[in-house]
């Protein structure tokens, strides 16, 4: 699952894109705000975990080269690091392949609704070693999924990951007035507002990192948390580790 890179400015996007994103930032200024906070959580969580000795990361769902991407955030602490970048947009794919990949690094095609699949996909299992721990990144993309669909997925991405990996995890919800008509006008995909309830459930089989489910940029010091009400949108955002 794709989803439009409101936050960067860089030039890997379309007309389409563009005109869309207009639209949202209309209804929702501070989309553009949550955007960038989810980068910078990303940066912050990938810079975290490894440093706890992490040297591969599986991100699902990973959309189109921005600033700062995955392997570049891991390579800043750990240089012999390996992503594998995985989405289910073949123009995703074929700018990854050209700007993304070299040594360690790969794109492979794959929707995250089928992690068995992606899992398999020799590309991924040349870079990726799942008998080691790894860590594994769905950010900015459970909430277009239903929450069943989401917990299933979750599970199976979990239980394939040895003990010691991590599961960073980000969605953006919102209450009051503003759910209904932002919903309608996202027509690149439907839109599912999950609880924070659910969202502490997808992170089922691993221990909460402290601070735990928090607006994503105060992960991981809560003092930074943005001054806003739920209702205005919020990006919740954890990382959890798997034990056993």
């Known amino acids: 699952m794709t989803c439009i890179n409101i936050y960067s400015p860089g030039k890997d996007n379309f007309a389409p894109d563009r005109e869309l994103a207009a639209r949202l930032l209309e209804l929702c200024p501070v989309v553009a705000q949550g955007a960038a906070e989810n980068r910078q959580f990303l940066i912050r969580a990938i810079d975290w975990v490894a440093r706890q000795g992490i040297n ?82 769905l950010c900015a993309v459970l909430h277009f999924i239903d929450a069943p669909t989401v917990n299933a997925v979750t599970a199976a991405f979990t239980d394939a990951l040895a003990p010691g990996s991590y599961l ?24 599912h507002n999950h609880s924070p309830e659910q969202i502490a459930g997808f992170f089922a089989g691993t221990e909460f990192v402290p601070p735990g489910l928090v607006e994503a940029s105060a992960w991981p010091d809560m003092a930074a948390a943005p001054s806003r009400p739920a209702e205005a949108g919020q990006l919740l955002a954890g990382v959890g580790r798997k034990l056993s």
């Open 56 to 137: 591969q990361f599986i991100d699902v769902g990973s959309g189109l080269p921005t600033m700062t991407n995955t392997h570049e955030a891991a390579r800043a602490v750990r240089p012999a690091a390996r992503v594998a970048y995985v989405d289910n947009d073949p123009v995703v794919i074929s700018h990854a392949r050209a700007l993304l990949s070299g040594d360690g690094v790969v794109a492979v095609p794959g929707d995250l609704r089928e992690p068995a699949a992606i899992l398999a996909n020799p590309s991924l299992a040349k870079v990726i070693d799942l008998r080691e721990p790894a860590c594994l990144i």
């Open 168 to 191: 960073v995890i980000s969605v953006a919800r919102a209450d009051g007035e503003i759910v209904s008509p932002f919903t309608r006008s996202y027509t690149a995909g439907s839109l």
